[in-house]
């Protein structure tokens, strides 16, 4: 049986297909559509039709997708969301959407209501939840929103009171109105939070188009009983079910993909990875085979946020990207010519002068036609990729947490532009594959799960919060698809609160586990 991953990103879709060694049978990359969906469908016609594999033989499809990142980028398709913060009194002086974009408070539009609940740091009631309160403020939403968010204080510590609002949201709205809390989506930090859960039910249509256009791509092609899955931006997999319910989690899952691919193709769990598109390199940080954690609040279409994303540094600096010559020096994009690659760089007959015509011109790449770039100075040609190698050793010291030289993986279709010696690194690992290395990486992962809470170790031993966590942190690893008897716990996090008399800590745990 095999297995296929789809991973689009902004210049290309790719498409691999593996067996059940988990080793590449074949890959493809078409250039990513304005859609996205028609690329997504041709990437997976053209890996079918050219490996020879039959439909049947197919048992798991994975995608990975940038429609979530774009659709808030772009401020398109996504839902009304109202909005339930439990703290009033306490939090009255700062309320929801505070800071956020105003077209997209527009889009959105500004439901929300600070109703009595929440607790405080210690797990004490901060105000007692009123039920006549939240259900005339769901009765007043009726017809008006298609999504709910539910944000209580201090939620990662008790989550109760809004998985009663929950309930309550159900049978008043339906099960056709999704409801997100916060407390299984972002960490501690109320506003970071909120702003977490409120993007996350802003992004139910959008998966929901997602999804059954990835299921109706597959069945065109007759791939009519693979489990189906995708990508989360931690490098592990997730179940279109458990997608619908948590959209927001496969934001950035791109560069993770790469990440987890990269390992694969070098062998290699610890390292810097740098994946080279056609417009931006982004940099990941692997570490024991997984994407390095950014533990810094992470803004996402200008919006402030605390849920998990990895950790990567973008650049302007793709295998598209324009040079010139703005007389005192050469500079290097930021724009760049994109999926239009093959035809306006000068090798492909364009008038645009790309980084990877300053490749083929330097004989580190055949690509096109050669005999195009020629014309350009050998002296120019030079300063150009000296400006390539100085924005890459640039980037891996902004990823590197000490001064010693650091593993480089190349991956992407534009890695033939970046030097293969760099100051700071101490061996670059480079596969003929690295192009599909994203594609690799969803068709290789795993399923995992995640849970976070604050735990009062006076109150249980560390023991007990350390099983408590890993239990429920394999309980979202099931929901996401993960096979019971599989799961194991990959990572542990303590941090003591310094402030809190009863030694609190908020501890989080990951697991993984074998898909389904």
């Not at 297995?3 to 990103?9: A, R, S, T």
């Not at 049978?171 to 109105?177: A, S, T, Y």
Request: net charge negative; hydrophobic share 40%; proline share 3%.
């Amino acid at each position: 049986m095999y297995k296929i991953g789809i991973d689009v990103g902004g210049t290309n879709t790719d498409a691999v297909i593996i067996n059940e060694n988990l080793e590449l049978v074949h890959g493809v990359k078409v250039p990513t559509s304005g859609d996205i969906q028609t690329g997504i469908e041709q990437a997976l016609h053209k890996v079918m039709s050219e490996s020879g594999i039959t439909p049947g033989k197919i048992s798991h499809a994975m995608l990975g997708t940038t429609q979530c990142t774009n659709a808030i980028v772009e401020r398109k398709k996504l839902s009304k969301v109202g909005v339930i913060r439990l703290g009033y009194p306490a939090t009255a002086s700062v309320k929801p959407y505070t800071a956020w974009p105003e077209d997209m408070v527009g889009i959105l539009g500004e439901n929300f209501k600070l109703l009595h609940g929440g607790y405080e740091y210690d797990g004490q009631v901060l105000s007692e939840i009123d039920e006549d309160e939240v259900k005339a403020a769901l009765m007043n939403w009726r017809d008006k929103i298609d999504s709910l968010a539910v944000v209580g204080v201090f939620s990662s510590l008790k989550n109760d009171q809004e998985l009663l609002v929950e309930k309550w949201a159900r049978e008043i709205l339906g099960d056709k109105v999704p409801v997100s809390c916060s407390s299984q989506i972002g960490s501690v930090g109320l506003l970071e939070r909120e702003n977490a859960t409120i993007l996350n039910a802003a992004l139910d249509k959008v998966m929901k188009l997602t999804s059954s256009g990835f299921e109706k791509a597959l069945n065109n092609e007759g791939i009519k009983h693979a489990e189906i899955y995708l990508c989360q931006n931690d490098g592990t997999l997730m179940s279109i079910d458990y997608a619908k319910r948590f959209p927001i989690l496969t934001i950035a899952c791109g560069p993770t993909n790469s990440i987890r691919g990269a390992s694969y193709l070098a062998k290699v769990k610890n390292a810097i990875v740098l994946d080279v598109g056609g417009t931006t390199s982004d940099l990941g940080v692997l570490a024991e085979g997984f994407p390095r954690e950014s533990s810094l609040a992470v803004d996402v279409g200008g919006i402030r946020t605390n849920f998990r994303m990895p950790d990567i540094v973008s650049i302007g600096l793709g295998g598209g990207s324009i040079v010139r010559n703005n007389g005192a020096r050469v500079t290097i994009g930021p724009d760049s010519v994109g999926y239009r690659i093959t035809e306006e760089a000068r090798i492909f007959g364009g008038d645009q002068l790309t980084t990877t015509d300053i490749a083929v011109r330097l004989g580190l790449a055949d690509i096109g036609d050669k005999s195009l770039v020629e014309d350009i100075p050998l002296d120019f040609a030079k300063e150009a990729y000296e400006e390539i190698r100085r924005m890459t050793e640039e980037a891996i010291d902004k990823m590197k947490t000490s001064s010693g030289d650091v593993d480089l993986i190349l991956v992407g279709g534009g890695a033939v532009i970046i030097p293969k010696e760099l100051s700071g690194v101490a061996k670059v690992y480079h596969n003929s594959h690295g192009g599909v290395a994203n594609a690799i990486g969803a068709s290789i992962a795993q399923i995992s799960g995640q849970y976070e809470q604050i735990y009062i170790y006076s109150k249980l031993s560390r023991a007990e919060c350390m099983a408590d966590a890993k239990e429920k942190a394999a309980h979202q690893a099931q929901l996401a698809g993960a096979i019971e008897e599989t799961i194991e716990l990959v990572e542990v996090e303590e941090t003591p609160l310094a402030y809190h008399p009863e030694n609190a800590t908020r501890l989080r745990v990951k697991v993984v586990g074998k898909m389904k």
